[in-house]
């Protein structure tokens, strides 16, 4: 069974930091570039950070540049997602995706991916 459980979220004042995880399991690791997506109340799903299969190429989105920074851990099967300065903004649920392949040039859209994780919820308050 494919699964990718997302942890690590929470509640953490602005400036604050949080790291994400994902722990894949059910389908070979290595074959799959990931992502982690967004969605805040009223608002569309939006792509945050990927790193892709192969050469861990890292693609980030405007609002996570110099802030976020995406990894992962072959032998954990495991994806990360260090985020540092934390602003009410960032406030949404926060997904993990798995696409298979590489990934080049950007974050893939949210349709495109393969498998998704139920999301983790993180609140940054002001």
């Known amino acids: 069974e494919v699964q990718l459980v997302e942890s690590g979220g929470g509640l953490v004042q602005a400036g604050g930091s949080l790291r994400l995880s994902c722990a894949a399991s059910?389908?070979?690791?290595?074959?799959?570039?990931f992502g982690w997506f967004r969605q805040a109340p009223g608002k569309e799903r939006e792509g945050v950070s990927s790193?892709?299969?192969?050469?861990?190429?890292?693609y980030y989105s405007g609002s996570a540049k110099g802030r976020f920074t995406i990894s992962s851990d072959i032998a954990k099967s495991t994806v990360y997602l260090q985020m540092n300065s934390l602003e009410p903004e960032d406030t949404a649920v926060y997904y993990c995706a798995a696409i298979l392949g590489a990934v080049a040039g950007d974050t893939p859209e949210s349709g495109a991916m393969d498998f998704w994780g139920k999301g983790t919820l993180v609140t940054v308050s002001s």
């Open positions: 059910g389908f070979t690791f290595e074959d799959y570039s």
């Open positions: 790193i892709s299969s192969g050469d861990d190429s890292t």
